[in-house]
């Protein structure tokens, strides 16, 4: 079975290089964004995943679904507003905690 992707779709796929000791605060502080993009807008779908066996250098991706990409940019103006209330700055976070990021955005082919 496949699932039709609209050709306006726009996914946003971050893989992080996360080290073991540093998994718990960095899912936790994933799933709070997870929670908070699916109740957004033109989320059509988001996931976080974690690899079970082989290992690679990338143990966690993240795989968010947008309507188009007008969507994805009000999302992230919202989350870069909340981020900037908070004081929270997801670089210092992620330098601190060690992870290794290779982030994109990719449209159907």
């Given amino acids: 079975m496949t699932n039709q992707v609209s050709a306006t779709s726009v996914f946003r796929v971050d893989k992080f290089a996360?080290?073991?000791e540093?998994?718990?605060?960095f899912l936790e502080r994933l799933?709070?964004?997870?929670r908070v993009l699916g109740k957004m807008p033109g989320c059509l779908q988001n996931m976080v995943l974690t690899q079970s066996g082989a290992t690679s250098e990338y143990n966690v991706t993240t795989i968010v679904e947008w309507e188009d990409a007008e969507a994805m940019a009000a999302a992230k103006a919202r989350v870069q507003a909340r981020y900037a209330e908070e004081g929270f700055d997801p670089p210092a976070f992620m330098q601190g905690l060690g992870v290794l990021a290779d982030m994109g955005l990719y449209r159907p082919s």
């Fill in 22 to 25: 540093a998994m718990p605060a």
């Fill in 31 to 34: 799933h709070w964004v997870d």
């Fill in 18 to 20: 996360v080290p073991a």
